[in-house]
């Protein structure tokens, strides 16, 4: 009984230890960096993209957080951190039907997002063969990227500094537009050899740079 017991402490205690040492990473703590993000060119992004609950750490073996600023970001993905970044209850959209093909594709933590993006058109499909498809493991580029937010945004622009770009001419047609508005906007910038790289599988680090410098032109971004 008394092994039961001191058991049932020990797993109480590391539980309680284990939420000491989330709060103090995400609420601004000594340890409110995420160790794979110090000295990043998105630093201060990705901290406020913590700190703000929109996107999220991982933790290695040692106990670390991790932001993982180099990873790609899947469509899935892509689709929680949109609705967490509006401010959406997804639990309003736990019981909408997509009918996708492939909703099974998607991994069990990330349905509620994907069903909410859906269910608010936010994010498009793909209809082939009568079937539809969400694409939930695609890595997303950063045209489509651009794309999906420029349809949030309520900003009237002149697209200026577009042509500065030697591949812009390489975007993908339908989404050219809404890429011209963000890059007006300063919302996505281009590389230092002068390309926008529209097909690039976007980074989780040029995602929260995204979001920080929309967040800190004031704009709320509204579906």
């Known amino acids: 009984m008394k092994k039961q017991i001191s058991l049932s402490l020990i797993l109480a205690l590391s539980v309680f230890a284990v939420t000491l040492c989330a ?22 992004a990705i901290v406020s993209a913590c700190k703000s609950g929109y996107m999220s750490c991982v933790y290695s073996e040692a106990g670390d ?7 790609t970001v899947s469509r899935a993905e892509f689709a929680e951190v949109l609705v967490k970044y509006l401010g959406i209850k997804s639990e309003k959209y736990f019981r909408y039907e997509t009918n996708l093909s492939d909703i099974g594709d998607t991994p069990d933590e990330l349905i509620p997002y994907v069903k909410t993006v859906c269910a608010l058109g936010l994010m498009g499909t793909l209809k082939e063969n009568g079937r539809t498809y969400f694409l939930p493991l695609e890595t997303i580029s950063r045209q489509e990227a651009a794309y999906i937010i420029g349809a949030l945004t309520k900003k009237v622009v002149s697209n200026s500094n577009v042509d500065l770009f030697s591949d812009i001419g390489d975007t993908y047609l339908p989404y050219m537009q809404n890429v011209k508005t963000v890059i007006s906007l300063e919302y996505m910038i281009g590389y230092p050899d002068g390309t926008f790289r529209p097909e690039r599988n976007i980074t989780r680090a040029e995602l929260a740079l995204i979001l920080f410098r929309i967040k800190e032109s004031g704009e709320k971004l509204k579906p």
């Open 65 to 71: 957080a991790l932001f993982l600023p180099d990873e």
């Open 23 to 44: 709060i103090a990473i995400f609420s601004g703590g000594s340890g409110s960096l995420p160790t794979d993000a110090e000295d990043n060119f998105a630093e201060k």
